[in-house]
């Protein structure tokens, strides 16, 4: 095997008073002699570079090497050579004793430049990696997987190898906490056998989602939804109400969810086309599977709207007909039915156009036919309870 490197900038030494030549080929290993003009041979006393030649296309790759000396005779030289297909530097096995005026080789006799050409060595081992802990929602592709591991050679000796991760078993989900494992072919190169398939092993742990008991959704940048989005705090949600807004765009989707209150303030819009569903709830229902999402929604077929089911208990409005032309009626669900409750109904912007205090009762009346087409929310207040419905005004 021979070490992989750039190719070599050797320089040979100036100004030196004696020279000689080396005339000579470079035999390789499967014993032909080397014609490729890249390939180099450098002279060497103690590092320094006294000479250098490469092969050429003709008469067999013959090359004749000056070499300098400020000795007139008596200096070791030995030879190293640089061969580009393999990209490697490789110890040339002959020396010669510097004299000056002194002619090795021969145009019809060639001094002949060998080197060993090493057995392949074998892995007897993978380095073991440390434990990878990421946040919950890292995605795959953000994952700080080694690019290279350690390998140990029968030789006793290490070296790094590139590796290939695999997905992950079972298949890696940011979403989902707990220990994946990941498995790493390991890129060999020339001259290193894996005659064991030996891999590299790392364990990826996801940590459990942090949930915020607050949260401010645009406190500090604009906020666009144009896919789907869940928000979701243990306590309280609230929506813009600064400098920077908080837009549902034309098919986006998103659901906000708190144990106690939301809160859309000037700056919360959603666009005609966008979706927004708010409620109160002490279950996290971002990051569920679609499938498991579906079963707790029916589907309004008169609209074609996804309408959640209402709770067993807690506060709860259905607001029909949507879309509307301008009369609603709001059918609520009562925390109680002494406590009187507030109506209100915002624009798409979150400005309130309608807020009126009523007895606590099922049924309620409104008309907005007054009011511009577009989107609006209804709210209902009942104590530190709210709950929120979106309604299409054509």
């Known amino acids: 095997m021979q070490e992989e490197t750039e190719v070599p900038d050797w320089e040979p030494e100036e100004g030196l008073q004696y020279t000689m030549t080396v005339t000579s080929q470079l035999q390789l290993a499967d014993g032909s002699f080397s014609v490729n003009p890249d390939d180099m041979v450098a002279a060497f006393v103690d590092g320094e570079v006294r000479g250098l030649n ?13 070499i300098g000396s400020n000795e007139i005779s008596g200096e070791l030289i030995t030879f190293k050579a640089y061969l580009a297909n393999e990209n490697a530097i490789v110890d040339i096995n002959e020396t010669v004793v510097f004299e000056n005026q002194g002619s090795v080789g021969a145009f019809d006799d060639p001094f002949i430049f060998t ?27 953000d994952l700080p997987l080694a690019e290279t591991v350690e390998v140990t050679l029968d030789n006793g000796s290490t070296t790094d190898l590139d590796v290939t991760w695999d997905g992950g078993t079972p298949a890696y989900d940011g979403d989902t ?3 994946y494992n990941f ?8 001259g290193i056998l894996n005659p064991e398939d030996l891999t590299a092993e790392v364990d990826v742990i996801v940590e459990e ?4 008991e607050d949260l401010h959704i645009a406190a500090e940048e604009d906020v666009v939804v144009d896919g789907v989005e869940c928000f979701f705090a243990l306590v309280s949600i609230t929506v813009s109400g600064g400098d920077h807004h908080f837009t549902v765009t034309d098919g986006g989707e998103a659901t906000l969810v708190a144990g106690e209150t939301i809160t859309l303030l000037p700056g919360s819009t959603v666009e005609h086309g966008g979706y927004l569903h708010a409620y109160i709830s002490g279950e996290n229902p971002c990051g569920r599977p679609l499938a498991e999402k579906e079963r707790e929604e029916e589907e309004d077929v008169e609209t074609g709207m996804q309408m959640p089911e209402p709770p067993e208990e807690g506060l709860y409005v259905n607001v029909y007909p949507n879309p509307t032309r301008g009369a609603l009626t709001l059918e609520v669900q009562l925390l109680n039915h002494e406590e009187r409750i507030r109506v209100e109904v915002l624009n798409h912007m979150g400005k309130m156009i309608y807020s009126r205090e009523m007895p606590a009762q099922t049924h309620y009346s409104l008309d907005i036919a007054n009011e511009k087409p577009g989107m609006y929310f209804v709210r209902i207040i009942q104590g ?3 709950t929120l419905q979106r309604v299409i005004k054509q």
Do not use: R
């Not at 498995?183 to 020339?190: N, V, W």
């Open 54 to 66: 490469s092969p050429g296309t003709d008469f067999d790759g013959l090359m004749v090497m000056t």
């Open 115 to 141: 080197y060993e050409v090493p057995e392949d060595l074998e892995i007897v081992s993978v380095a073991a990696l440390a434990d990878i802990t990421v946040a919950y929602g890292t995605a795959l592709e």
């Open 209 to 212: 989602e942090i949930i915020p």
């Open 183 to 190: 498995e790493g072919t390991l890129t060999l190169p020339d």
């Open 177 to 179: 906490p707990g220990t």
């Open 384 to 386: 530190n309870e709210m």
